[in-house]
């Protein structure tokens, strides 16, 4: 079958379609239909069926005979390790770590934060949870305790569990400093948090509430895989909006691993026993994705890398885990590259490995500029595969079926929807523009299964950010077109949302923390692009009359406030003080054009400026700190 016949078969007839590919999992009991359709436009899948997430990522491969295969490979360049865990090891460790959580209480529903390193362990405590049906919500580590206090507010864990540090290239990240400030700050209180105590760093714990992630397992009685509904919450994991409070994406346990499972073998072209590596965070959603549930249920070996691409220790890391592990397919964010094409633009270090296993790479998080895809084309003579897709869809929209047929590539777009995925150009009347035309890209009602059904405890919420602006479509929030042949091009975000190395970020949540500074009167904060990151978020800061502290020393104060707030992946440390900001006649910030000329873009003043003689003004501030650059 060709990826179009496979697509038409998704549309004409999805419940044949999903029905078919929810074969490819384990269940207790079947689903008696895939889509539930009664609380349209709230839609769900594979509602009545009843399984277990855990059974499915571990324990299935163990009873097919499949024990003494790889589950994950931790490679550390950080500590200089590499650890290797089967598949029935994993179920081991996974079954005691769930039994002992058990002990403690923790049941079906409960919530459980994580808040840990690119270890194995943050896995193995994601898979504990599926195990329990308890509801995961993985906290990426380079967010700041209030923004970590934010999440426990909003999701009220039972159970915190946490790594005692992290590891950063020349720190050590100290997790439960982190965690006892967010504790203290946070209105809910967990009954008990674990600490899994790295060699790094041996955290203090507190007696009562804090436990040793293996002490606490001595003794308790493995736990077995608790059946849950198909449309049981598996996780929840927060992501950046307009505002600083971050949504709770929620992920139903039946269409996400249905969904992974058929994209493992027919996106991403991988066979069960295979490689694959996601050289992301099990923070983001391509964590959880696909370097925990995907690659798992699918049954290949998952790599844990702790490194960065470049300088651990060099920019040839990535070539040698691929060798070094027979990695087949390599999933990374584009800014990897091009940090990898910045310190060896010839790309040396790759001719010093045997990189035959690497059959293709695929890149989603951010655009992928073209450059960046050729020089990976070139150095490494693998398709390079752009698809594109959000946290709340969980996988992608669109990309190139690898292993369906491989479609011809035209760089500069993910190519065509995945199936079950309508996706329209519309206008801002709703109304779909032709092919060719920009508009905001939207995706028609229902999403197919694994994509986000609602956002936790904030139905309204959901309604009113996805759904409300085009009746009867799941709103992107991303901007693009659709070109005469079927491919989709990704061209901006319509709301505030900033995309700084492939990280996702909220712009009002920035402003949120700068207006908190004494000194500051009102503010903004724009993303300007980066050649290493995409983007970076640079505040303007307009000062309270009479203010006594020195701008540059308000400046400084705020970045460090972002650092300590939102956390120092915001990466704030651009900001510059100005009198005033440029505004519509109705006093909306026109932020589109302080991109533009900090940009240094050529652009029209618009029409309906307050005062143009303040963009002289911004232009002027911009040059004392190098901008345009
Ligand atoms: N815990 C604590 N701090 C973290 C962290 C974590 N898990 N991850 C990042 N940080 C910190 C970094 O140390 C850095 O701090 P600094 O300001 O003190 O230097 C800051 O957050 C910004 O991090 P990052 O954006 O990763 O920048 P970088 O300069 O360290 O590295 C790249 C740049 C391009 C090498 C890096 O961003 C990268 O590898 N990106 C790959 C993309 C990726 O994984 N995307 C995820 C979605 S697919
Ligand atoms: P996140 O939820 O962190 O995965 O971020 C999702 C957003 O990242 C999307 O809405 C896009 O704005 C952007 N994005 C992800 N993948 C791509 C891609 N392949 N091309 C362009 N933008 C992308």
Request: net charge negative; hydrophobic share 40%.
């Amino acid at each position: 079958m060709r990826y179009a016949d496979i697509y038409d078969r998704a549309k004409t007839d999805p419940e044949a379609f999903w029905m078919e590919a929810a074969e490819g999992v384990d269940w207790v009991s079947r689903p008696s239909r895939a889509l539930s359709d009664e609380k349209a436009p709230l839609y769900e899948w594979f509602a009545d069926g009843m399984l277990n997430g855990c059974w499915n990522a571990v324990d299935r491969h163990v009873a097919a005979g499949h024990g003494d295969r790889l589950a994950i490979i931790h490679d550390s360049p950080l500590t200089g390790t590499v650890h290797k865990i089967t598949y029935a090891e994993l179920q081991a460790r996974v079954a005691s770590l769930a039994g002992a959580l058990r002990a403690k209480g923790v049941e079906k529903g409960d919530r459980v934060i994580i808040y840990m390193p690119m270890v194995p362990e943050a896995l193995e405590a994601m898979l504990a949870c599926a195990r329990l049906g308890a509801v995961h919500s993985v906290v990426f580590g380079g967010f700041a305790a209030n923004e970590l206090a934010v999440r426990i507010d909003d999701c009220a864990p039972k159970c915190i569990i946490a790594a005692s540090c992290g590891l950063e290239p020349g720190r050590v990240v100290h997790y439960k400093p982190l965690l006892d400030g967010a504790l203290e700050i946070a209105a809910h209180k967990p009954e008990f948090c674990v600490i899994f105590q790295r060699e790094q760093e041996v955290a203090h714990l507190e007696e009562g509430r804090d436990h040793d992630w293996h002490a606490f397992q001595y003794g308790v009685e493995p736990a077995d895989c608790v059946p849950v509904e198909g449309n049981h919450p598996a996780y929840i994991l927060y992501t950046s909006g307009t505002t600083g409070q971050p949504k709770g994406v929620v992920r139903h346990t039946g269409g996400h691993l249905v969904a992974l499972n058929w994209s493992m073998r027919n996106l991403y072209g991988m066979n069960p026993g295979e490689v694959f590596w996601a050289a992301s965070d099990v923070g983001w959603v391509v964590g959880h994705s696909y370097i925990c549930y995907a690659p798992l249920t699918f049954g290949c070996t998952t790599i844990v890398f702790e490194g960065k691409p470049v300088g651990t220790p060099d920019a040839g890391t990535f070539w040698r885990v691929i060798r070094d592990h027979g990695v087949k397919c390599l999933f990374t964010a584009p800014t990897a590259f091009r940090a990898i094409k910045r310190d060896d633009p010839k790309g040396v270090l790759v001719g010093d490995y045997d990189l035959s296993c690497l059959e293709s790479l695929f890149l989603a998080g951010e655009r992928a500029d073209p450059d960046t895809i050729v020089w990976a084309q070139d150095k490494l003579g693998v398709p390079v595969i752009d698809h594109w897709w959000q946290t709340e869809t969980g996988w992608a929209i669109a990309g190139n079926p690898l292993g369906i047929e491989q479609l011809p590539v035209k760089i500069g777009s993910p190519s065509v929807p995945m199936p079950g995925y309508d996706v329209q150009i519309l206008d801002e009347a709703g109304h779909p523009v032709k092919p060719g035309e920009l508009g905001a890209i939207a995706v028609k009602l229902p999403l197919p299964p694994g994509t986000l059904p609602t956002l936790w405890n904030a139905e309204a919420r959901f309604r009113k950010a996805y759904l409300e602006h085009f009746p009867g479509y799941y709103e992107t929030g991303d901007a693009g077109m659709i070109d005469e042949d079927g491919y989709l091009y990704i061209m901006a975000r319509t709301d505030d949302v900033i995309n700084v190395a492939g990280h996702r970020l909220s712009t009002g949540a920035m402003e949120e923390v700068l207006a908190s500074h004494p000194d500051v009167a009102e503010c903004a904060v724009i993303g300007v692009s980066d050649t290493l990151k995409g983007q970076l978020p640079m505040g303007f800061l307009c000062l309270n009359k009479g203010a006594e502290t020195a701008p540059e020393q308000v400046v400084k104060e705020c970045v460090k406030l972002v650092r300590d707030r939102i956390g120092p992946v915001a990466a704030f440390k651009l900001a510059v003080v100005v009198d005033r900001l440029p505004k519509t006649r109705s006093g909306k910030i026109l932020r589109a054009t302080m991109v533009k000329i900090a940009d240094g873009e050529s652009f029209k003043t618009p029409a309906t400026i307050d005062d143009p003689a303040i963009l002289d003004e911004i232009r002027a501030a911009l040059a004392t700190i190098g901008y345009p650059a």
